[in-house]
């Protein structure tokens, strides 16, 4: 491409979604920024915006400008665009790494040694598999009965295609909560969830790559922290989620040379929602305990309004 303009070459749309997979988005344009940057500087942090649904059937042009260039930091901003409009922007700052600086660690930090390795845990797509049998097991009874199964039906359809993306995505996931569930929510009620992740195959990669895989995996199931919270589902009885769009996501890099195809322990909160809005922070520990990275993002969550008018009541 010309001087600072990059183009994607694959989008992927979720099952159930409006558009492109954001996570897909902020890793193609922080990549964008890091091919901009000497090697030596080292991507620390990412703050971006969803503006605009991304359309899988058109390209995505990434316009990057550079906004500083000093010895230790360089700050670039990426404006993604589709048919001439901006549907997402990323401000990303460099930094050459001080070793030497002094460092601490909050007293909140997560023992991860105490909670259940991977190797004991059931894989999202088994997870997946085993709720597709239960669903029909489900549709089985509810026509031996003579009712309807179209809700159902519908259900299955939707795991099922959860499933065949689940299989051949990028990262290999493995939640920790038993009661996890694959229709877009985590434990009802339950204001935070954790799994363990991974990349399924090696990655043979400088560090820039390697973080874009992050920002990639850290979209996985963020916003469901807060549906999850909020006891909401997109196919269940009332209050039924109509929409759950992330606004906005940043990221905070603590360590570099990192290496996605270890196992990494993904944990999420949500510490509050109101007016149709929620927010969730996230943390990526290594399997030692290390502090990876942090995650902040603020999301669109919806439910369904009675929309009987007010004089009726």
């Known amino acids: 491409m010309d001087t600072d303009l990059f183009r994607s070459l694959r989008l992927w749309i979720p099952a159930g979604a409006r558009g492109v997979f954001g996570g897909q988005v902020i890793a193609q ?42 010895k230790s930091y360089a700050t670039r901003t990426v404006q993604a665009k589709q ?77 099922k295609m959860k499933l065949e993306e ?44 390697k973080k ?19 006891g909401l589902r997109f196919r269940t009885t009332k209050p039924k989620l109509s929409m759950m769009v992330s606004l906005d996501h940043s990221m905070w890099f603590h360590a570099n040379d990192l290496e996605p195809h270890e196992w990494m322990l993904y944990v999420m909160e949500s510490p509050w929602s109101a007016n149709g809005r929620g927010l969730v922070n996230g943390k990526i520990y290594s399997r030692e305990g290390q502090l990876l990275l942090s995650v902040a993002q603020e999301g669109m969550v919806r439910v369904e309004l009675d929309k009987t008018p007010l004089n009726k009541l």
């Not at 920790?176 to 043979?204: K, N, Q, V």
């Not at 895989?213 to 909020?230: E, F, N």
């Open 166 to 209: 689940t299989v051949v995505g990028p990262m290999e996931v493995k939640p920790l909560d038993e009661s996890y569930g694959a229709e877009g929510s985590g434990i009802s009620g339950e204001p935070h969830r954790m799994f363990w992740l991974r990349s399924r195959a090696p990655i043979r990669a400088n560090d820039s790559t």
């Open 83 to 159: 048919r001439g409009r901006t549907i997402f922007t990323i401000t990303c700052s460099f930094h050459r790494p001080e070793p030497m600086q002094p460092h601490h660690l909050g007293p909140d930090h997560l023992d991860v040694t105490k909670l259940t390795p991977p190797e004991q845990l059931k894989s999202e797509e088994d997870r997946i598999q085993q709720w597709i049998t239960q669903v029909n097991h489900r549709i089985e009874k509810i026509k031996k009965d003579g009712g309807d199964s179209t809700r159902m039906e519908k259900l299955h359809y939707f795991l």
């Open 212 to 230: 874009a895989l992050l920002a990639y995996a850290s979209d996985l199931h963020l916003m469901g922290t807060v549906s999850g919270a909020l």
């Open 29 to 70: 344009a922080s990549l964008a920024a890091a091919k901009t940057v000497p090697e030596e500087q080292k991507m620390h942090s990412l703050h971006s915006y969803f503006i605009l649904a991304g359309n899988p059937d058109l390209p995505i042009l990434y316009q990057v400008e550079r906004i500083r260039d000093g």
